[in-house]
C-alpha cells in the first residue's frame, strides 16, 4: 500500500513537492513567529542578567534601561555627582560603576566607565584593563585589538565629523564576551570623558551637552577615589549589583526619589515584553490565517485531484481493492505531502528565525538564542492534526465513489 | 468453478421508462464461454456492471454458485469480487509508476492482509505465459498489446472462477487483438473459468463460440 503510495507520489512528483513547499511556508511563518519572539525575549533578559539595577536621574525608566543595557543612544539628564560616591560607600552594594554616553568610534559607542564594570562584565579576555585615562577595553565584537589607537567622535555631533582631536585612547584589553550588547562597546575611563568634554570635578554643567572642549592627559593615572568624590561630574546611569537579592530590593527602594530613580532592567523588560507579546499574538493570528489559507488551497487542489482520479480509484475498486484500503491510500497520500510540508516547515522556520536573529545580533549585540521549546511540540502536534482531518475530506469523497460510476467515466 | 443465474434482473436509470436492463432468466454452466454483443447503450456495461458486483442488483437475483449478489453490501461485494473475479478492460487500466508485475501483484497487495506467499512466482508464470518478456518494465513504455497482456495476467492472479473482459480488444490493433483474445479463451479453459466477454470484435466472437445479443436491455441467445 505504502508502495502504490510511493509509486504515486514519485510520479506526480512537482505537484506534490509545490504542494509541500506551499505547506512548509505556511508553516515556516508561524515557527517563525514564535522561535523569534522567544529569541528576543531570552536575549534581551540575559543581556540584562549582568546588571541587578540601574540608577539614573529621575526620567523615563524605559529610556534609562534602554540606554544602559542595550546601549541604545539618547541624551539622558545627568545625576549628582555625589550619588556616586553614596553606593561607593553603601555596605549593600557589591558592585556600582558609572557610565557616561554620547562618543563613538565608527559607531562603536564609547562608553566612560570604572574598573568595577569590567569586573562586572566578567573581567578582560586578553590584555589589561584601565591604568592611564588614555587606556580603552574593547568589546568582544569591537574590531580592534590592544595596542590600536583611536579619536572618539562626539556622538551627536558625529555627522558632521566633529573629532575630540585633542583626544586619543589606545586600547589596552578586550572583555570576554558577554552575548549583549556591550560586547560591541568600547569602554573608556570616565575620568577622561570629563576631561576630554571639559566636566572636571566641580565644574559641573548639569544635563548639558553643549559643554567646551577639553583637552585629555592621556598618561595621567587612573584614580578610583575621583569617581566616590563627593563633587564628582553628574553621570547619566549607575549600574549596580547587590550582595544579594534583598540588598538589590533595599538599594532600588533608597534610591528612588527626587535626586534618582532606580530600576530593575527585568521590571521595565516585563512591560516591553508585554508588548513584544501582543505583537506576537497579531503576528501569530496572520500566521494562523496564512495556514488556514493554505490548508483551503490544499484541500481544494486534494478535492480536484481526487475527483479527476475517479476512473483510476473506481479501477482499484473493481479489482478488489476494498473502500478502507481507497480511504486509507486517499488519506495517506494527502497526510504525506502535508506531513512532509510540516516538517520541511519546521527547519525552514528555524532557518529564517537564526537568520533574522543574526542580523539583529550583529546589529545590536544582543545574543537571540532560537531554540525550541516544549511548547512548540503543541504547535507541530495541531499542525499535523489539522492536515490529518483535512486529508479525512478527500479521503471521504474516495471512498464514497462507486467502482462502477467510476469506470463509466 | 462458478455457475451464473439470473432471475428477474431489472435495472432503471431515473428519468427513463424504459429499463436499461431486463432479464428475466439467464444461466450460464461453470466454465462456459459466452460473447456478449450489442450496440452502445444497450446495457451492456450495465450488465457487467452487475453481474461482476460493481454496482448494486436494483431487483431481481443474480445468483454465482448460490450467491445472490442482490443480498450482498457493497463492502460484501467487493470481497465477493476480489476472490472470484478477474477483470480485464478496454483501456487497461494499469498503473503507471509501476512495473509489469508490480501491476499484477497491486489487486493482492491492496488487499488488508496483502498479498500471500507465492503470489510474486505465480505473477511471474502468468507474465511468462501471457508472454510479456520483461516483469520488471514500467507500464508506461509498454506497447498497447503488451498492456493488454499485463492486464489478462492479472486478472488471472490467483486464479479466480470468473473471468469478465470489457471489450479487451477494442483499443487494440488487429494482431494484438488476436493474440489477446487467443490468451483469454486459452486460460479460460486451462483454469476452468467461466468467461464473458462484451465485444464487437467478429474473430473473438468466433473463438469464444457462443454470442448473446443485448438490444435495449434486453439479452437474446
Known sequence: ?409 | MARLAIRNLVARFPGLDQPALDVPAFDLDAGARIALRGPSGSGKTTFLNMLTGLARVPEGHVTWDGIDLATLGEGARDRWRAANVGLVMQDFHLFPGLSALENVLLPRRLRWRGAEKGAREEALGLLRRTGVPRPDQPVETLSRGQSQRVAVARALLGRPAILVADEPTASLDAEAGAAVGALLTDLARETGATLVVATHDPELIERIGRVAHLTAGRLAA
Open chain 1, 1 to 409: 500500500m505504502l508502495r502504490f503510495i510511493l509509486a504515486d507520489l514519485r510520479r506526480a512528483w512537482p505537484g506534490a513537492l509545490a504542494i509541500a513547499l506551499i505547506i512548509a511556508f505556511a508553516t515556516a511563518l508561524g515557527i517563525t513567529v514564535t522561535l523569534q519572539e522567544r529569541a528576543l525575549r531570552l536575549g534581551s533578559a540575559r543581556a540584562a542578567d549582568a546588571f541587578d539595577l540601574v540608577i539614573g536621574a529621575p526620567a523615563s525608566e524605559t529610556q534609562l534601561v534602554l540606554s544602559s543595557v542595550f546601549l541604545q543612544p539618547a541624551p539622558l539628564p545627568l545625576m549628582p555627582g555625589a550619588v556616586m560616591g553614596e553606593l561607593a560607600a553603601d555596605p549593600r552594594v557589591a558592585w556600582a560603576a558609572p557610565i557616561g554616553f554620547g562618543d563613538a568610534h565608527e559607531g562603536w559607542p564609547v562608553v566612560g566607565t570604572t574598573g568595577a564594570l569590567i569586573d562586572g562584565l566578567g573581567g578582560i579576555a586578553k590584555g589589561q584593563g584601565f591604568a592611564r585615562l588614555g587606556d580603552a577595553v574593547v568589546g568582544a565584537r569591537v574590531p580592534m585589538a590592544p595596542g590600536d589607537t583611536f579619536h572618539p567622535v562626539h556622538a551627536e555631533l558625529a555627522a558632521e565629523g566633529e573629532v575630540h582631536q585633542g583626544t586619543t585612547y589606545t586600547v589596552r584589553g578586550v572583555l570576554s564576551p558577554t552575548g549583549s550588547p556591550w560586547d560591541r562597546a568600547i569602554l573608556v575611563p570616565i575620568e577622561a570623558v570629563w576631561q576630554s568634554h571639559g566636566m572636571e570635578a566641580g565644574h559641573d554643567k548639569e544635563g548639558d551637552a553643549r559643554h567646551h572642549e577639553g583637552a585629555l592627559d592621556a598618561d595621567q593615572p587612573v584614580n578610583p577615589a575621583a569617581v566616590a568624590a563627593p563633587n564628582a561630574p553628574g553621570v547619566p546611569a549607575i549600574v549596580v549589583r547587590g550582595h544579594t537579592i534583598a540588598d538589590a530590593y533595599n538599594l532600588r527602594q533608597h534610591y528612588r526619589g527626587d535626586r534618582s530613580v532606580a530600576v530593575f532592567p527585568a521590571e521595565v523588560l516585563t512591560r516591553l515584553y508585554g508588548t513584544l507579546g501582543d505583537a506576537r499574538s497579531v503576528l501569530s493570528a496572520v500566521a494562523i490565517a496564512a495556514q488556514a489559507l493554505v490548508a483551503a488551497a490544499v484541500l481544494l487542489v486534494a478535492l480536484l485531484h481526487v475527483t479527476q482520479r475517479q476512473r483510476q480509484i473506481g479501477a482499484l475498486r473493481a479489482f478488489g481493492a476494498s473502500r478502507g484500503v481507497i480511504f486509507l491510500i486517499v488519506w495517506g497520500e494527502v497526510a504525506l505531502i502535508a506531513a512532509a510540508g510540516v516538517a520541511a516547515g519546521i527547519g525552514l522556520g528555524w532557518l529564517a528565525a537564526r537568520l533574522i536573529s543574526a542580523r539583529i545580533e550583529a546589529a545590536s549585540g544582543v545574543a537571540m538564542p532560537v531554540e525550541f521549546a516544549a511548547s512548540d511540540l503543541g504547535l507541530v502536534l495541531g499542525l499535523l492534526a489539522a492536515a490529518g482531518a483535512c486529508a479525512l475530506i478527500p479521503a471521504a469523497i474516495a471512498y464514497r465513489q462507486s467502482p462502477a460510476a467510476a469506470l463509466r467515466g
